[in-house]
């Protein structure tokens, strides 16, 4: 499409106008106030793997917007299905009835969750997902008059949302502290599986010893991610999640996996508990449900959890949001499933996967600041040294520069939109949608090329 000079000045007009808009008006997530007021950007426009801020600057949408846009941006059809639904009915709540898009997409979910997980509770978001786990958990042991169990136990720098149950399940330091008088206090966290070993599975061990060290008969729930986002793509070694369901199944206590960020694709099947080979008594799930079309959370329980809360004394679970089981955001969630199975997306997942960790050890050995790369399908965390050579870890000061800006500058100037991760470790998080194709993943390796070697420059700078 040609512009002329009146289209282009509107735009430039409509640009300027979001940009102020956001400074003076919009609160940022996570961001510190400094960088919202001089180095707020706009994105309004996407296609593909691709985004666009409004000075037409191109970015690579290496995490998925969030680990969540898998089926990339611009899915008309997706955005066809939304209004219909909206024509047909915007919304009824699921209190006491159902929708047709809150029926199909439970259905769906209930087909592709792995053995007996069958009932699906949908809300908005991750976190919400987890309260709602934690919240069914306590349900569930009521109901079978075990009134003592209400403690959590999770992993170390895991991270399971920003509501305050959430928060509390989460390992991050720097989220809680803030906040710690205000946190739950049943929840202990264990060491996770970073440097874990098969034969030995410590991790899994340190879980049994905190059920043991508490009293099984307190505990409720034991929450992980199957493969953990912080301290960098921590893929469990061999064996870890059937130890995690035996030692779990030994003393009454769930089995949860977060699977808010691994499931629907992320590894190259609909739930990754299945890639880990183990049916948990509960998934929590977002993101990639809707690829992010639309807001939408859930947890999937199994039947036999959900038949003891219905016929206890109590008889409900007691839980619940407006916005739960919305028709848009369900009706958007088959759309996208239906496209995820039509079009091969897992597949091509599992297809790929091996070139694209190829790329990634490729710039290892060729940059010297990585010193590890982790993950799995199309999740990954490189870990940054000052020097892998030398063995010479960052200084703090080092460290400091490149995660308080430094890194995500070099990101922004190469036009791939990665994180830049300090839980436990400098490190740089790819997670690019999951239609990437080998076009794409080339991409990727090239701008990441320059990032690194922007960041080795800028430590010999800063030495
Ligand atoms: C494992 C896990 N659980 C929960 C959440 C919270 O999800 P949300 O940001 O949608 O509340 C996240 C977010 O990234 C996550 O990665």
């Given at each position: 499409m040609t512009m002329v000079?009146?289209?282009i000045n509107e735009a430039g007009q409509a640009a300027t106008k979001a940009h102020e808009q956001a400074r003076?008006?919009?609160m940022p997530h996570f961001t510190k106030g400094a960088a919202w007021r001089n180095n707020?950007?706009?994105?309004?426009?996407?296609h593909g793997c691709y985004v666009y801020d409004t000075d037409n600057n191109e970015y690579l949408d290496g995490l998925a917007g969030l680990f969540c846009t898998n089926m990339g941006h611009g899915r008309a059809d997706f955005a066809?299905?939304?209004?219909?639904?909206?024509?047909?009915?915007a919304f009824y709540p699921t209190w006491g009835w159902a929708n047709p898009p809150a029926a199909e997409a439970a259905a769906m979910i209930a087909d592709f969750a792995p053995g007996d997980l069958s009932e699906v509770f949908f809300v908005n978001s991750g976190s919400e997902a987890v309260e709602s786990a934690l919240k069914f958990a306590r349900n569930y042991h009521l109901s079978r008059g075990d009134s003592a169990r209400h403690k959590v136990i999770s992993r170390e720098w895991s991270y399971h949302g920003t509501t305050l149950g959430g928060l509390s399940v989460t390992g991050v330091p720097k989220f809680k502290e803030p906040f710690a008088p205000m946190l739950w206090e049943g929840t202990r966290h264990v060491r996770n599986t970073f440097g874990d070993t098969a034969d030995e599975l410590a991790s899994a061990k340190a879980i049994e010893d905190m059920i043991l060290a508490e009293g099984p008969e307190t505990v409720m729930a034991v929450f992980a991610e199957p493969v953990q986002n912080g301290r960098g793509g921590l893929v469990p070694p061999e064996g870890y999640w059937p130890e995690l369901r035996r030692i779990c199944d030994k003393y009454g206590v769930l089995l949860v996996a977060d699977e808010v960020i691994c499931a629907f694709g992320r590894f190259g099947h609909w739930f990754a508990s299945?890639?880990?080979g183990v049916v948990p008594d509960i998934i929590t799930f977002a993101k990639g449900v809707t690829s992010a079309y639309q807001p939408l959370g859930g947890m999937i329980a199994r039947q036999g959890l959900v038949e003891s809360?219905?016929?206890?004394?109590?008889?409900?679970y007691m839980h619940g949001s407006t916005f739960g089981g919305h028709p848009v955001a369900t009706a958007v969630a088959v759309a996208n499933m239906k496209?995820?199975?039509d079009e091969g997306v897992l597949q091509h997942v599992l297809d790929n996967e091996a070139g694209f960790r190829a790329r990634l050890d490729g710039l290892m050995t060729t940059s010297p600041v990585v010193s590890d790369v982790r993950g799995l399908g199309y999740f990954y965390a490189m870990e940054l040294v000052a020097d892998s050579e030398t063995g010479t870890e960052l200084s703090d000061t080092q460290r400091a520069g490149l995660q308080g800006g430094v890194l995500n500058q070099f990101c922004r100037d190469a036009g791939l939109l990665i994180r830049p991760d300090d839980r436990g470790a400098t490190m740089l998080v790819v997670s690019p949608p999951l239609v990437a194709d080998s076009d794409v993943l080339d991409d990727i390796a090239g701008r990441l090329a320059i990032i690194l070697d922007n960041t080795k420059e800028w430590i010999a700078r800063n030495n």
């Open positions: 000079r009146g289209d003076d008006h919009l707020l950007g706009v994105i309004n426009r996407a066809a299905i939304a209004a219909e639904q909206m024509e047909q009915l299945e890639r880990f809360i219905w016929e206890s004394p109590a008889g409900a496209a995820m199975r």
